[in-house]
């Protein structure tokens, strides 16, 4: 499978794993939407995609903000006319153990791990069905659910729990 030319959405593509992969997928020249909150961050992955002569859409939004999410899409369409690949990669990771996580950490795990990127993909989905490009359109999902959670921090390690 080639991504020449295809139209690829990568979320958190302003550090880490998501700037690795955008990057990454310079040397098969896709269409690149790259989105993430912070402006400076996202500018140095836009800045090296530019030298590259990546053809590229940086969006700055936040994947919990039910907008945002419409406006990533709305404007990948607008763009680029169509959309091939969505790579689910922002996220966050707060360790904590179960007993100690404050109530809002979870609900940000929650919120930006889990429900963002099932509503990302729920609103991008009816756009992958109808492309032209049917037959290639792909998800990533490059968090991990688990890793989302706070109970994979239920033990601190083998014999701690007691405290739990
Ligand atoms: N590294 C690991 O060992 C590991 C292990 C398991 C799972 N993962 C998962 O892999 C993914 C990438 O991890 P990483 O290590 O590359 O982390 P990272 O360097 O912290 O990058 C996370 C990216 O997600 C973006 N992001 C976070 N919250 C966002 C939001 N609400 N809206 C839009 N963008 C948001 C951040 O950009 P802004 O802050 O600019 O918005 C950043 O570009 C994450 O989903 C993480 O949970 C990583």
Do not use: W
């Not at 690795?20 to 961050?41: G, N």
């Not at 053809?55 to 709305?74: Q, Y």
């Not at 729920?122 to 359109?137: A, F």
């Not at 991990?144 to 921090?153: G, I, K, Q, R």
């Amino acid at each position: 499978m080639t991504y020449q030319n295809m139209t690829i959405i990568i979320t958190g593509a302003s550090s880490g794993i998501g700037k690795a992969v955008s990057l990454a997928l310079i040397p098969y020249k896709p269409k690149l939407v790259i989105v993430a909150r912070r402006s400076d961050k996202l500018r140095e992955t836009a800045e090296e995609l530019d030298k590259a002569n990546i053809d590229f859409l940086p969006i700055i939004g936040d994947v919990r903000n039910a907008e945002d999410r419409n406006k990533i899409i709305d404007l990948t369409l607008q763009e680029f006319g169509q959309i091939d690949v969505l790579i689910n990669n922002a996220g966050i990771g707060k360790a904590n153990l179960i007993v100690e996580q404050p109530e809002e950490e979870i609900d940000e795990l929650l919120e930006t791990n889990v429900k963002a990127l099932i509503m990302l993909t729920r609103k991008n989905h009816p756009y992958h069905e109808k492309g032209r490009r049917r037959t290639h359109y792909q998800y990533f999902f490059i968090l991990c659910f688990a890793s989302s959670l706070p109970f994979c921090c239920l033990f601190r390690n083998k014999s701690s729990s007691e405290n739990l």
